[in-house]
């Protein structure tokens, strides 16, 4: 009977180790497929794509993969060091992101289009503001004097909570440009069908990561 459990034991955290790897593997190919699809210069429309992607399936996942405790790519650096580099790396995604925005808001301007007439369009607008606002709410857990009067470990447990939906907003907006005439038109039907995956297995991945660190081993407390 011990033997089983040390078996299942090791093959949850094997199992955790390969969701990890395939995540960061879904991240990076997401981003080189859309890459090659838009040829980020070709257009003012074609930075949209490719720094929309580089922000949320890139720059949002390996940040929120830092803290984790299977597939971290520098889990031998310190928490500090850990929290800089999810810091600098939201950071990135929030500017790339507000670029994006940009291009297309620029681009549809040009084309005398409407703004913000999709579903992917306005989740878009709230996704990149709510980025915004995450990354904001990061600093006191950085700068501790700017959390005066309040618990730093429900400070970082609500950041994560917030942290979790604004990077499932964010696989939403990746999930829903995949529908857009721009993306339908360039792709076949089965390579649709995996790039869709993609952000619906990376959000799977990360809500297992952030539950697992902050609702299942630790409780609110009043």
Avoid at 11 to 21: D, K, S, T
Avoid at 55 to 80: G, N, R, Y
Avoid at 185 to 208: G, K, R
């Amino acid at each position: 009977m011990v033997h089983v459990k040390e078996w299942e034991a090791s093959l949850y955290v094997y199992l955790r180790l390969a969701c990890g790897a395939l995540v960061h593997l879904l991240s990076v190919g997401l981003t080189l497929f859309v890459t090659f699809l838009a040829r980020p210069g070709s257009s003012l429309f074609s930075w949209h794509p490719f720094l929309m992607t580089l922000a949320f399936s890139f720059l949002m996942t390996e940040a929120i993969l830092v803290f984790s405790p299977d597939c971290s790519p520098i889990w031998k650096l310190s928490h500090k060091t850990k929290g800089r580099c999810h810091w600098v790396l939201q950071a990135l995604a929030v500017a790339c992101a507000t670029l994006g925005s940009m291009a297309v808001f620029y681009n549809k301007r040009l084309n005398v289009k409407p703004h913000f007439s999709t579903w992917h369009g306005v989740l878009g607008l709230v996704t990149v503001c709510c980025a915004a606002l995450q990354l904001a709410g990061g600093l006191p857990l950085m700068y501790h004097k700017l959390a005066k009067g309040w618990s730093l470990a429900k400070l970082k447990r609500y950041h994560a909570a917030s942290g979790m939906v604004v990077y499932l907003l964010g696989c939403g907006s990746i999930l829903l440009g995949t529908c857009s005439l721009w993306f339908t038109t360039s792709v076949q039907s089965l390579s649709w069908y995996v790039v869709a995956l993609c952000p619906a297995a990376s959000a799977l991945v990360v809500m297992s990561q952030v539950t697992n660190s902050y609702v299942a081993k630790k409780r609110f407390r009043p």
